[in-house]
């Protein structure tokens, strides 16, 4: 027995198949009509001829499979247009603009409303008017001011159909800013078209009303030059009424520059010639 023999006995006998039956096998599975002389030919020529029993290549050499192939993962699903909520937003706004044009439309019915009430049916706060003004007695006393002033005023009713009734207010005099002293107000009743005089009394406490140096300073500076200008101020809580209706108001009456001229002696008198219009407001 030869050594070729004795190796393949050798591998028939450890379980390996024989090599000539996959050799035999491998023959019959190839075309008869394919032989090596024409693969040769083909591959000599560059190119391989296509083998039969498989399909044609592919025609279309892109990437991508193209949307008339009949695969199934093809078809893509058609999503719906996306539309903004333009309507819900455009709803919101109009209804906006509608509820602040009715709020125009109401708040200018109410003046309207009110204007016409005021023509027909309107009425007019008190007119006061300063016809004198006197400082009895006026003293600087170290950084006090001790003082007395009377003051005589005319309080008229304009209206035609109201009466004007005063239950409560105050007077205070000033120096600038500085208050000098207050009283309070009487309590008046006005008859339509009536007019009432009052005099109004304010006087400081007995050790004076405590000022800083620089009001100090001023207010000697205008006595010494030889005058003084104060200011007064009514607050008062004031009601209209007529057969109809009535209205209650707060004012504050303003008279101001009210000049008063000092002589020798701590007394002054308002150096205005003719009565003095306050002003009014509320």
Known sequence: MTLSQDNEQQKHVMGYPSISKYNQSIKQGFPS?????????????????PIQGYPNPNPNPNLYVSSSSNYPSNKYVTMAAYNPM???????????????????????????????????????????????????????????????????????????????????????????TNLLAVTPFDPVRLEVKGTKNMLSNLTTLPEGNVLDQ??????????????????????????????????????????????????PEDRGELVAADKIKCLIVG
């Open 86 to 176: 333009e309507e819900q937003n455009n709803g919101s706004s109009s209804f906006g603009r509608l509820m602040v044009i009715l709020m125009l439309i109401l708040v200018v019915g109410m003046i309207m409303l009110s204007l016409v009430f005021w023509l027909f049916f309107g009425t007019e706060g008190p007119v006061f008017h300063i016809l004198a003004l006197s400082v009895p007695s006026f003293r600087i006393i170290n950084s006090s001011i001790v003082g007395n002033w009377q003051v005589n005023l005319t309080m008229c009713n304009m209206n035609d159909h109201s009466k004007i009734k005063v239950f409560h207010g105050k007077t205070s005099i000033f120096y600038k």
């Open 33 to 49: 009509q394919y032989d090596s002389n024409q693969l040769y030919n083909s591959f000599s020529q560059g190119y391989i001829l």
């Open 214 to 263: 620089l009001a100090i300073s001023e207010i000697s500076k205008d006595k010494n030059d030889g005058d003084i200008e104060f200011s007064l101020e009514i607050s008062l809580k004031v009601v209209l009424a007529s057969d109809s209706e009535w209205q209650s108001h707060k004012m504050m009456v303003y008279c101001n520059n009210l000049k008063v001229k000092f002589g």
